[in-house]
């Protein structure tokens, strides 16, 4: 199954929450609120904006607590906010991994992991890929519960599915274009 999955810029931008419920109904399947620098009262009054009926298709990255409050789908760990025991038994669970090792260590643990960054990244200046994509394919670790994240635009979906990637996920391509 293949999936695409959004992410908020760390930094907020006008009209975000609409932008994100426009995409949500019009091809993104689900999308992550990576909001780090926000206080928790902060990030109440951003969830507040969301929809009851389509909070079950965000992932929040920090403040995991306010998932079960907001109704949200899902958590998502990495190395400010480890994996500890779930006390979110009915959420989807994600992670973020930067290297094949930690990908095949994570990844049965997970409802899925981003692997990145697949190409350079398009929001953060200087990160560049440390992949081979011809590599990645030829090993046949990549599977359906492995999304990839880094300078991925449109043009590359069949290349990652052909990978064997289960989806891509979407940052830079989405704020940096005209909306």
Known sequence: MWRLIGITPEKGVIDEQKKVIYWLNNGIDLFHIRKPNL???????????????????LT????HSLALEFGLGGVH???????????HKNL???????????MLE????????????????ISKEGYRSKFSLSDLK???????????????????????????????????SLWKKEF
């Open 106 to 121: 994570l990844r049965d643990k997970f409802d899925y992991v981003f692997l990145s960054p697949i190409y350079n990244s």
């Open 138 to 172: 030829e090993s046949g670790l990549i599977n359906e519960k492995v999304i990839a994240l880094g300078g991925i635009k449109e043009d590359k979906f069949e290349e990652l599915k052909e990978i064997g990637f289960g989806g891509a996920a979407l940052l830079g």
């Open 92 to 102: 989807r669970k994600s992670y973020s991994c930067h290297s094949i090792t930690e």
């Open 39 to 57: 206080t928790e009262e902060q990030l109440k009054y951003y969830l507040d904006v969301f929809p009851l009926e389509i909070r079950n298709k």
């Open 77 to 87: 760990h990495n190395y400010r906010n480890h994996y500890i025991k779930p006390i």
């Open 60 to 63: 929040i990255h920090d403040n």
